[in-house]
């Protein structure tokens, strides 16, 4: 009789393995085997069976396992990662399966070649692929968090999320997402409760000792140096905000007296000359700041006028703290008094941190992800090539979110706690950020452009975000080159279409003046909507994240909240009045707990462009795969040389460094 001999695998993690006996039965386009128990061998990481047929089944188009554990025993979770079977006729086939299965009931998975939908022309796998979808739209639902922000998967608690987008043991045993888990680690949980101020800079450096890094370091040193407030608008945590100013605001009335006391220059001239920048908080104006210990907070919507030197340096030259001009609202410059410079200073650096956070980092990453991952679960079965190339981008995305959502924002978070844009205030930016957000503002080489930033020196976050995307871009292009033959081939695609209005739909509301495609129409467009896609939930979020303790740690230099209104006349501010600006010590501690917690990876990380999990069986995508990370390795050493000569390491775009998706 003619026999197809397997192996089955089991995943390499903790509790993967079952002791219930698993059963499995193949499925041809000329028939299908009896069902084969495999009794309890699936103890063991590999399983060699054979199964025999009365005649040939034809092409195998799909797998049925089931699961049943002994009488009187309790089910046992499994976690298989694939079957490969090799026919009669010598030829092996792959399924990927790479999910948890917890019950007994039967699940189908297909053979791992990739379809485009018009392609599946075989009844039972066409039957197989709309069940499949049917039940994802089922477990994936769409929820409304809050109105104007992007939509995200419906949820009541993390045990009801769907078993494959879970934590693994290990992630979930190493990532306690609370404050007291980080206050413990730095040895601060004594001070999580005291709601002084601080006495003096020295006892917050006295604080500030423990899990110290060479950068946050060096930030404790020269937080106060006009170098370090400039150099962190292109290469700190948010190098989002800078654009090219070639035309002074009308609300910054900036004169040539203010900020070139020497003469020899003027603003006009070095705007045309594409040496000068502005970064601009309207996105805060207006807003009721929180209270925090009881006591009214502080939050400015600042402009800030920046310099790019003979010496290629980036210096403040004027800081207006609120965006009307008037009296009591005064443009500070590196002129004034030393504790009037650096008070702006730091209403700018709060500012930045409530930006950075909500928009640059929670909105544009996280919330984003959370809509491609949802839309991608909904609309695409595993069969599908954007399915086997997306899925790797989606890992753990669902669950870091609930926990940011339950822990950080909600009425008893984090922010609503600790920093000046809670409450009020926080829905309000996230609703005004998430109204402005653009196609072009998430693809960084148009965005780049869009805010004139080609030519900027010592630009580090642009120099590899563009490697790294276009590295992405050709990587996306090989892939989906070999499926997708010509344009016809995507206008003709139901599911991709379907992917894409939803995220239109469900992310960016439905709103066309953000530019984001509602189907797509070419292979081009395709291919750059994918590799946003990509870069969004890894590259990106690296950028964005990666550095939060590095930069934001030395409270200084990134306070989550400020207590006093700045100064409405110069030569006022002193030390003292400096001290009773900054947040309180538990203010302080709990907000370099959470820094240190978000910048901290698990150790089952999964390095971008390495996938541990085999969808593709095809000769093309794998060679492709191999191709990108050996491209991405590459980059990482030509960081790493480019590192050595500075004096600040950029290195939050170091492929080694960065993560396939947002799961931290």
């Known amino acids: 009789m003619p026999e197809y001999k397997g192996v089955i695998t089991t995943e390499n993690r903790l509790w993967a393995r079952s002791w219930d006996c698993i059963s499995i039965k193949v499925v041809g386009t000329d028939g299908a085997s009896q069902w084969k128990a495999l009794s309890y061998l699936l103890s063991f990481p590999e399983s060699d069976f054979e199964i025999e047929v009365d005649r040939s089944i034809g092409k195998l188009v799909l797998i049925e396992l089931k699961k049943s554990s002994g009488i009187l025993l309790p089910q046992d979770s499994w976690f298989p990662a694939k079957v490969e079977l090799k026919s009669p006729e010598g030829k092996t086939f792959y399924f990927p399966i790479h999910r948890w299965i917890t019950d007994d009931e039967v699940h189908q998975f297909r053979e791992a070649t990739a379809c485009l939908v018009v392609d599946d022309t075989y009844p039972l796998a066409i039957q197989s692929r709309t069940e499949e979808l049917k039940l994802r739209t089922e477990q994936y639902c769409w929820n409304i968090y809050a109105v104007g922000l992007p939509q995200c998967m419906k949820i009541d608690n993390v045990h009801t999320l769907p078993d494959e987008v879970r934590f693994s043991f290990t992630k979930e045993v190493e990532f306690g997402f609370t404050a007291l888990q980080g206050l413990i680690e730095l040895k601060l949980d004594g001070l999580a409760d005291c709601k002084e101020k601080w006495t003096s800079i020295d006892a917050i450096g006295k604080v500030f000792r423990h899990k110290q890094t060479a950068l946050s370091e060096y930030v404790q040193q020269n937080w106060m140096k006009d170098s370090l407030f400039g150099y962190q608008f292109l290469n700190g945590v948010n190098p989002m905000v800078i654009r090219c100013c070639s035309v002074l605001p009308e609300n910054f ?80 410059c590196p002129a004034d008094s030393e504790y009037d410079w650096l008070l702006a200073k730091m209403f700018v650096r709060s500012a930045d941190f409530q930006v950075h956070q909500l928009n640059s980092h929670f909105l544009r990453t996280h919330l984003l992800a959370e809509v491609f991952s949802v839309s991608i679960l909904r609309n695409l079965p595993m069969v599908h090539p954007l399915y086997k190339l997306l899925v790797p981008n989606t890992r753990y995305t669902l669950q870091i979110n609930f926990l940011a959502r339950e822990l950080l924002i909600s009425d008893s978070g984090f922010f609503n706690k600790f920093t000046a844009s809670g409450g009020e205030a926080m829905q309000m930016i996230l609703q005004r950020a998430n109204s402005s957000i653009t196609y072009t503002s998430l693809c960084v080489r148009d965005d780049i452009k869009e805010r004139g930033l080609e030519s900027v020196p010592h630009f580090y976050y642009r120099e590899d975000a563009f490697q790294i995307w276009d590295i992405i871009n050709r990587f996306v292009q090989g892939v989906l080159g070999y499926y997708y033959k010509d344009d016809s081939d995507v206008q003709r695609d139901t ?69 006093r209104p700045p100064p409405t006349t110069k030569g006022t501010a002193d030390e003292r009045s400096l001290l009773e600006t900054l947040p309180d010590v538990n203010a302080t501690v709990h907000g370099m707990a959470v820094m240190y917690l978000l910048s901290k990876p698990s150790s089952d990380f999964v390095p971008f462009g390495h996938y541990p999990e085999e969808y593709f069986s095809e000769i093309v995508p794998r060679q492709q795969m191999h191709l990108f990370k050996g491209e991405l390795g590459l980059l990482n050493s030509k960081i790493e040389a480019r590192n050595l000569g500075l004096k600040i390491p950029y290195t939050f775009l170091d492929p080694a460094l960065l993560e396939n998706s947002v799961a931290i």
Request: proline share 7%; net charge negative.
């Open 495 to 563: 599911e991709l279409q379907t992917w894409v209005l939803e995220i239109f739909e469900h992310g960016f509301l439905s709103r066309p003046e953000s530019g984001m495609p509602q189907r797509l129409n070419t292979v081009a467009e395709l291919v750059k909507f994918v590799t946003m896609v990509i870069f969004t939930c890894s590259a990106q979020h690296g950028a964005v994240n990666n550095g939060q303790f590095d930069y934001g740690s030395w409270m200084p230099n990134t306070p989550t909240t400020l207590q």
């Open 253 to 332: 009335p900036v004169t040539d007296q203010m900020v070139f006391l020497h003469g020899g220059k003027s603003l006009a001239e070095e705007m045309q000359n594409g040496n000068i920048f502005l970064c601009d908080y309207k996105l805060l104006d207006g807003l009721k700041a929180n209270e925090v210990n009881g006591k009214q907070q502080y939050l400015m919507a600042p402009l800030v006028l920046l310099h790019k030197t003979p010496e290629d340096q980036l210096l403040p030259i004027a800081i207006q703290l609120k965006q009307e001009p008037s009296k009591d609202n005064p443009i500070f």
